[in-house]
């Protein structure tokens, strides 16, 4: 009798964890599917059993019991406040999708497709909407009732179309080729983290806001067609861009108040518009460097103060600014400053171009009373308006300046561009800017020129000046000889 029992009792747990096996490898694989195309009452086990509704499956993948390691969202458009328990919605603007430590991917073709893994985030659009009610109107009208956030908290959303919410996305937030498009807010960072990579902000009223975070860490990503401030930083930790766009913007990229800056590497800035700087502006309440630029491009923007960058020191606090390798094309100021505009504030340039910038009062650089203007290995020329101005302090060295200017090798020579009137500033053979400048002026860091190509080219039997080192180029191109 006591073998029989505690033969009995083995059985029954074999069969019980045979039952706990197969249940855990149906319901806990790894991955679940979401697709709004699906039938109700899926438990997100495969495609066929898709989760109808993504507030469903997060509620399911956030338990972290459920092993759940990746969520594929087929092609559709998910609102916060729909579940099963409401399909139609409820209208909360406080609902949201919570996206904890679990990889989530759009852009699947989904239920009904012969590959339902098939994925093209293009053809196959995920969209995270915010429009509750669906009655918005142009100009963020009607939005009072959208989503407060439509994405709270995300450590990995790659492949997703985040669009008409009152804020994007919000906190903790890491993002791969998504689209934010026409929120109030794309980003609130506040006392976060942001990291995008390769994705669009597009037609937001402000884009990324940082209030208090650690960082923002943007690469590959595109901004355009912003009505207020692409990227603001107040008391917030450093921050970057990087091989980056930003076009058609209303508002200015960079608004720094306080904190530990911005940070550009090989961006382009173009048709941007601002009040004052329409691509940086700067005004801290602590001393040091708010906006640095390595291998960047402005063209073609405008402002009142400062075409392109503006920055203005606060009492007794002196704000910076830095600029290597850089490129001012066509910037305009229907004031002063048509590329830079300094007041109150510390400026260094080097090895950077400036040529067509035009404001009535000084084309290129207007530096004003207690400031502090550097400017080291740089070409100034045909800017209407003039290259410099204004009651501040210059250093200017080892320059190439139209009309000439004081200073340690400077020189007052046609650069000789490939061509000024199509932006075209790389250098003719016959430039006397080759080799004509200082090496040591620029930082050990810096080994390309504006154009990604090598920055220290020696020209044999060239001899224009050069000294500290291997010679360097005038300016934000360095002459190939290939």
């Known amino acids: 009798m006591y073998c029989n029992s505690t033969f009995g009792q083995r059985v029954r747990a074999i069969v019980f964890f045979l039952l706990l096996s197969l249940t855990a490898t149906h319901a806990h694989a790894g991955v679940i599917y979401v697709d709004d195309d699906a039938s109700p009452g899926g438990d997100g086990t495969s495609w066929n059993s898709a989760y ?9 993948a956030n338990v972290p019991a459920n092993h759940v390691t990746e969520i594929r969202i087929a092609q559709g458009t998910y609102k916060p406040d729909h579940s099963a328990l409401h399909p139609e919605g409820t209208g909360d603007v406080n609902a949201t999708f919570e996206f904890k430590q679990t990889l989530s991917l759009g852009g699947f073709a989904g239920v009904g497709a012969i590959d339902p893994d098939s994925r093209d985030i293009n053809v196959f659009p995920t969209i995270l909407s915010g429009d509750l009610l669906d009655n918005d109107q142009p100009d963020f009208v009607n939005y009072e009732d959208n989503s407060r956030y439509v994405v709270y ?7 997703c179309t985040i669009r008409s919410g009152r804020t994007g996305a919000y906190g903790d937030t890491k993002l791969s080729n998504c689209q934010l498009i026409q929120n109030l ?4 960072v506040d006392e976060e983290s942001c990291e995008a990579y390769g994705c669009i902000f597009d037609s937001n009223q402000s884009g990324i806001y940082n209030d208090w975070g650690f960082h923002i860490h943007v690469e590959d990503c595109q901004f355009s067609n912003h ?19 930003f076009t058609n913007n209303r508002g200015g990229i960079g608004r720094g108040y306080e904190g530990d800056g911005l940070y550009f590497f090989d961006c382009d800035f173009t048709d941007n518009t601002a009040q004052f700087g329409a691509v940086l502006y700067v005004q801290p309440d602590t001393s040091g460097s708010y906006g640095s630029f390595v291998n960047c491009r402005f063209k073609h923007n405008s402002a009142e103060r400062g075409g392109a960058i503006y920055a203005k020191g606060k009492g007794n606090i002196s ?8 490129v001012f094309f066509d910037n305009t100021a229907s004031q002063a400053g048509g590329a830079i505009y300094s007041y109150h504030s510390g400026g260094k340039i080097v090895n950077c171009t400036f040529a067509k910038n035009s404001a009535p009062d000084v084309g290129a650089i207007f530096n004003s009373n207690q400031s502090s203007l550097t400017v080291y290995n740089s070409i100034l020329w045909n800017n209407p308006g003039g290259d410099f101005g204004g009651q501040g302090k210059r250093s200017v060295h080892y320059t190439d300046v139209a009309g000439g200017h004081a200073g340690i090798s400077n020189r007052n020579v046609d650069p000789k561009f490939i ?22 002026l620029l930082p050990q860091s810096v080994v390309t020129d504006c154009a990604g190509d090598p920055r220290f080219v020696n020209v044999p039997g060239v001899s224009n000046g050069a000294v500290g080192g291997p010679p360097v180029d005038l300016g934000a191109f360095e002459f190939q000889r290939n």
Do not use: M
């Open 52 to 60: 109808q509704f993504l507030h469903d499956a997060l509620a399911f």
């Open 153 to 159: 908290w995300t450590s990995n959303l790659d492949g």
């Open 185 to 188: 807010t794309a980003v609130n």
């Open 227 to 245: 009505s207020h401030s692409v990227i603001t930083l107040i008391e917030a930790g450093g921050s970057g861009a990087y091989h980056c766009t």
């Open 319 to 326: 704000s910076g600014f830095t600029c290597t390798n850089c």
């Open 419 to 440: 061509n000024i009137n199509s932006g075209d500033l790389r250098l003719k053979p016959i430039s006397k800017c080759i080799d004509a400048g200082r090496k040591l």
